[in-house]
């Protein structure tokens, strides 16, 4: 166990700076510490593995950028789509809607025809 100068136990965080990618070393528990760095836990690196880990760590976000932008670009196609969609629906069934009312308009005239024909017949 090791304690902070100020008599906290230490917590363990990785760094993530271009000289020491992914090393964990201890920390003051307390957010906003004026001991965020105790010491190191793991052992430094070999040179190789510092001018190797920064680039495949830089590489690696900009594939999850790349990703995340990617993903973003599709959700906003998947709602267009969606959008597009939903106003062919209501097109076709205000178009049905307005079948329905012709039908009707057709029915109330032939009605109408057949009652004045009627009304003429029986006054003649
Ligand atoms: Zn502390």
């Given at each position: 166990?090791?304690?902070?100068?100020?008599?906290?136990?230490?917590?363990?965080?990785?760094?993530?700076?271009?000289?020491?990618?992914?090393?964990?070393?201890?920390?003051?528990?307390?957010?906003n510490s004026?001991?965020?760095?105790?010491?190191?836990?793991?052992?430094?690196?070999?040179?190789?593995?510092?001018?190797?880990?920064?680039?495949?760590?830089?590489?690696?976000?900009?594939?999850?950028?790349?990703?995340?932008?990617?993903?973003?670009?599709?959700?906003?196609?998947?709602?267009?789509?969606?959008?597009?969609?939903?106003?062919?629906?209501?097109?076709?069934?205000?178009?049905?809607?307005?079948?329905?009312?012709?039908?009707?308009?057709?029915?109330?005239?032939?009605?109408?025809?057949?009652?004045?024909?009627?009304?003429v017949y029986?006054?003649i």
């Amino acid at each position: 166990m090791v304690l902070c100068t100020c008599g906290l136990q230490c917590v363990v965080r990785t760094s993530w700076t271009n000289r020491n990618p992914g090393r964990l070393f201890y920390s003051c528990p307390t957010y906003n510490s004026s001991f965020p760095f105790i010491g190191w836990v793991d052992p430094s690196m070999c040179d190789r593995s510092l001018d190797i880990i920064p680039g495949l760590l830089r590489t690696r976000d900009a594939l999850e950028d790349g990703l995340a932008l990617e993903q973003e670009r599709a959700d906003w196609e998947e709602h267009r789509a969606n959008k597009e969609e939903t106003r062919a629906n209501q097109a076709e069934l205000r178009a049905k809607m307005e079948e329905e009312r012709a039908k009707k308009l057709r029915k109330y005239l032939i009605i109408t025809w057949v009652l004045f024909a009627s009304y003429v017949y029986l006054q003649i």
